[in-house]
């Protein structure tokens, strides 16, 4: 597509749901990154893909979650037993390649956790 | 840990004054990006710089990457309410694929 898209890009789920988010990012880009933005903190990075491989996991906060590239496109980031802590925007990026200068991000989804 | 420091972190203005922002660290970084944010938005990137000293010019904002690559600024000239935003600083490391932000700082330029 021509931008990365992003879904949903509001989810308000109640504590102790499991959800998932998704992005499609631009066609032809190898790289993909998910990243976490919460109020009154920078741009938190989650993990990165290659393809769909994952060589960087090491920003997941907990076990809780998870993340998974297919096609060497669509990625889907899940989060299980929600916790307050978790809301926040999530931010998927796209590059052409791993060290190509400059993301193409998505508009997020906002994570709200009841 | 890299970390940057974006300073200041709110600033509200006058349509056609100038502002600087700045962007410091510790580290080293062999790229450094600044994005703009707008609500509901993902960054978008602004420009990136690579070389220490490099100076770059978009319209009425010019970046420049500090000599040791350490620091950056963001300069606009006679802003307008079309820039008000969030501008973040992002910094590359030797990998490059993973990318430092900043904390950003949250201009209002007022009309």
């Known amino acids: 597509g021509a931008g990365v898209s992003q879904s949903p890009s509001n989810k308000v789920t109640e504590k102790g749901k499991d959800v998932e988010l998704r992005c499609d990012p631009i066609s032809g880009h190898t790289a993909l990154y998910w990243y976490r933005q919460s109020l009154g903190q920078g741009l938190e990075f989650l993990i990165y893909f290659q393809g769909n491989s994952a060589p960087d996991k090491s920003g997941l906060p907990s076990d809780r979650f998870s993340a998974e590239r297919t096609g060497g496109s669509v990625s889907t980031l899940t989060i299980q037993r929600t916790q307050q802590e978790d809301s926040a925007v999530y931010l998927c990026a796209s590059s052409r390649s791993p060290g190509d200068y400059g993301y193409t991000f998505g508009s997020g989804t906002r994570l709200t956790v009841v | 840990t890299q970390l940057l420091e974006q300073s200041p972190q709110f600033l509200s203005i006058q349509e056609g004054e100038n502002l600087t922002v700045y962007c410091n660290s510790s580290?080293?970084?062999?790229?450094l990006q600044w994005y703009r944010q707008e609500p509901g938005e993902g960054p978008v990137l602004l420009v990136t710089v690579v070389t220490g000293g490099e100076v770059k010019k978009l319209k009425r904002l010019t970046f420049q990457f500090g000599d040791a690559r350490k620091d950056s600024s963001l300069h606009i000239t006679a802003a307008q309410p079309g820039d008000t935003g969030l501008y973040l600083c992002a910094g590359g490391g030797g990998s490059n694929y993973k990318l430092t932000f900043g904390k950003g700082t949250l201009l209002t330029v007022n009309p």
């Open positions: 580290s080293v970084f062999s790229s």
